[in-house]
């Protein structure tokens, strides 16, 4: 998505402030809008998602003390949602003709990764890789929203953004509950369908998204 939106982005810059603030309160939207279902409703269905492709033995409570790939899934699950917000501060800082201070930001990012992987990991596992992933990734975020602020101010649509958490709330809650009862194709496709009905009587959609969208 950033990517297509990213000559549209750089146009912007060029043309008005008040244009690239509402590319980016539309996008951030949308990229919320994209994240947080699957973040949630893999968070939830992580352990039968996981036994669907593999064997039980490598979930966990099958080996005292040690987790399994159920709690690695849901480690990447959440790193992802920050991967997803850091996408438009890189594309953003980008547009703007800033692609060292980037560049900067992402050595920091991969600098803390590592480090904090050689201590943690011997003693952790995959689980201390995980965590620092997150930590990782909330660093660069942290690092590149500040960078970003220099040039625009970065608008946040909290209406919508509530109206977003609030459908993925009820997709979730369906899902949780359902989760023993529904096999998991028909229950991750009626989960999707939720969350998108939800999303009308709500309002999330917009025309202007759409319309951005499109042009994207």
């Known amino acids: ?92 800082l980008i547009a703007s003709g800033n692609q060292g201070k980037l560049l900067r930001i992402n050595l920091y990012g991969v600098l803390f990764n590592i480090i904090t992987n050689l201590i943690f990991i011997p003693t952790y596992g995959f689980v201390a890789a995980g965590i620092t992933t997150i930590i990782s990734e909330i660093l660069i975020i942290t690092l590149s929203y500040r960078e970003c602020r220099k040039y625009v101010h970065i608008p946040f649509d909290g209406k919508t953004l509530l109206k977003i958490v609030g459908a993925a709330a009820i997709m979730g809650a369906f899902v949780f509950l359902a989760k023993d009862t529904i096999p998991l194709i028909p229950l991750v496709g009626i989960g999707a369908g939720i969350f998108a009905a939800s999303l009308f009587p709500l309002r999330v959609i917009s025309g202007e998204m759409l319309a951005t969208i499109r042009r994207t």
Request: negative net charge; proline residues 3%; without cysteine.
């Open 1 to 92: 998505f950033m990517n297509s939106t990213l000559p549209t982005l750089t146009q912007a810059f060029q043309e008005s402030k008040e244009r690239v603030e509402r590319i980016l309160r539309l996008s951030f939207n949308f990229l919320v809008l994209m994240a947080l279902p699957l973040v949630v409703g893999g968070l939830i269905l992580a352990r039968p998602l996981m036994q669907f492709i593999m064997n039980d033995q490598f979930l966990t409570g099958n080996v005292e003390g040690y987790y399994g790939a159920d709690v690695a899934f849901q480690l990447l699950l959440a790193a992802n949602i920050f991967s997803f917000i850091t996408n438009l501060f890189s594309f953003t």
